[in-house]
Each structure stands twice: as structure tokens, then as C-alpha cells.
């Protein structure tokens, strides 16, 4: 093994090789680094231009009424198919729906498990305040 000490190619310190061979960097992370700082000056070279380059000029996108007409029938496309192709029982409730089920549950339920009092009282559980009350059986 060599005792002599090298220089990184990218970081510049002095290091001491662990492989037989001579390495040019001294961790992977240098040579990762100046891989990648190579690649980006090859770059333009090759024909690709990269986004941070100071000649590419970028057009400011600005708003149209065109722009606006197709995104609102854009969005009212999607609203029309999204309402043909989801079924009454997938769609989303709403609060009329919600209202319309409260009401059609009566206040008082009639409770099963409990008995009866002598008086012929049956118990039921009051929906609004939350308790059981007895009352007379409807007839």
C-alpha cells in the first residue's frame, strides 16, 4: 500500500489512497461531485441548455380571455362527465340530504331491551335531548 499522499482533485486536501491504485479523489463524495460539476459544464456543449442559463430567455405567461374561456369549459367538461359516471349511491352528501334524514327519523325511538312499567308505559329514547322517557303507547 502507498504511503504517499495525493491530492483530491476536487476538494484539494491531501489524502492517502486505499486501493492499490492511485485514486483521484479522496471519497466518493468528491468523485460524485466533480462528476457532476463536469457534466454540467459539458452540458451546452453537447447541445442541451440547461434552465439556469443566462442566455434562454423566459416568456412571462400572461392572461388571456381565451385562456379563460378554455379553462372554464375545461373545468365544465370535467363536471359533466364526473356527474354521468359517478352513481346516485358514490356521490357526496349534501346538507339538504342530511336534513331530509334527520327528519325522517321520528324523535322518539322505541327501545326494545328495556320493560315496561306497570302503568302500560313503554320507554323510548328521546332523539333531541338525549334520554329515555316513558310514554303511553300510541293507539
Not at 122 to 139: A, Q, R, S, W
Request: aromatic share 10%; glycine share 6%.
Amino acid at each position: 500500500m502507498d504511503t504517499k499522499h495525493y491530492t483530491c482533485l476536487y476538494c484539494y486536501e491531501e489524502f492517502i489512497p486505499k486501493r492499490r491504485h492511485v485514486q483521484k479523489f479522496c471519497s466518493a463524495t468528491c468523485r460524485s461531485k466533480a462528476h457532476h460539476q463536469k457534466t454540467k459544464i459539458d452540458a451546452p456543449q453537447t447541445g442541451l441548455q440547461t434552465t439556469n442559463s443566462t442566455n434562454s430567455t423566459n416568456k412571462i405567461e400572461q392572461i388571456s380571455a381565451a385562456g379563460i374561456g378554455n379553462a372554464a369549459v375545461g373545468a365544465l367538461a370535467a363536471d359533466v362527465l364526473k356527474n354521468v359516471f359517478t352513481t346516485n349511491n358514490n356521490k357526496p352528501a349534501t346538507k339538504g340530504d342530511i336534513l331530509a334524514l334527520r327528519r325522517s327519523y321520528n324523535r322518539y325511538q322505541r327501545i326494545l331491551n328495556m320493560p315496561g312499567r306497570p302503568d302500560g308505559t313503554l320507554p323510548y329514547y328521546d332523539m333531541e335531548t338525549k334520554c329515555y322517557i316513558y310514554l303511553k303507547p300510541f293507539k
